[in-house]
């Protein structure tokens, strides 16, 4: 099975502050692998998938890059809507999983 | 539009059984792979399972095989968890997704399923 290991699990930023959030797959993976963001109570949103391409209507703040097995999410420009719990998902083969996730909390 | 709405979740005893659905429409159902994933309360999230449109293959996270079983009616457009004999350790929230293995944007809105004596 493929392991996915996210760090950190907890980041303190600030509005207007870059962050990065990384995954790293215990074996190639390709590209097959999506970023999402949670917020309490709610189903997760889809971000990034295929490593580094953009959700249609996800602010251009978010990214995605990597191949193989490491990845990062970066969000440029904090804005106080992103402060959400974060996951990475490898969908290269199954079982599917998924990173431990991110929890972005404000400084 | 795409719409998936979960039915069926609530509180079952140990070694009891459940049944999960989640209706959808606004796309084409019997062409689109779904999933079940699941989050305990306060943890992170975890697949569970997978039906794909193509033959109807299914797949399982070691931790539900063999107990858990999904399924579709691709006539009325709605899929199926079956949860037999429940552990304390399945409460969860479970989320149903269309085609995660093509970037999971659709996703149900979940459904608690507590197992408690």
């Known amino acids: 099975d493929i392991r996915v290991t996210q760090s950190p699990s907890t980041l303190s930023a600030s509005v207007g502050d870059r962050v990065t959030i990384t995954c790293r797959a215990s074996q190639s993976i390709g590209n097959w692998l999506a970023w999402y963001q949670q917020k309490a109570g709610k189903a997760p949103s889809l971000l990034i998938y295929k490593a580094s391409t953009l959700e249609t209507g996800v602010p251009s703040r978010f990214s995605g890059s990597g191949s193989g097995t490491d990845f990062t999410l970066t969000i440029n420009r904090l804005q106080p809507d992103d402060f959400a719990t974060y996951y990475c998902?490898?969908?290269?083969?199954?079982?599917?999983?998924f990173g431990q996730g991110t929890k972005l909390e404000i400084k | 539009e795409v719409q998936l709405l979960q039915s069926g979740g609530g509180l079952v005893q140990p070694g009891g059984s459940l049944r999960l659905s989640c209706a959808a429409s606004?796309?084409?159902?019997?062409?689109?792979?779904m999933s079940w994933v699941r989050q305990a309360p306060g943890k992170g999230l975890e697949w569970v399972s997978d039906i794909t449109f193509r033959g109807g293959s299914t797949y399982y996270a070691d931790s539900v095989k063999g107990r858990f079983t999904v399924s579709r009616d691709s006539s009325k457009n709605i899929l199926f968890l079956q949860m037999n004999s429940l552990r304390a350790e399945d409460t969860a929230v479970y989320y149903c997704?269309?085609?995660?293995?093509?970037?999971?944007?659709?996703w149900g809105q979940g459904t608690l399923v507590t197992v408690s004596s």
């Open positions: 998902h490898q969908y290269h083969s199954y079982p599917y999983t």
């Open positions: 606004g796309f084409t159902f019997r062409s689109s792979d």
């Open positions: 997704a269309k085609d995660l293995s093509g970037g999971g944007r659709d």
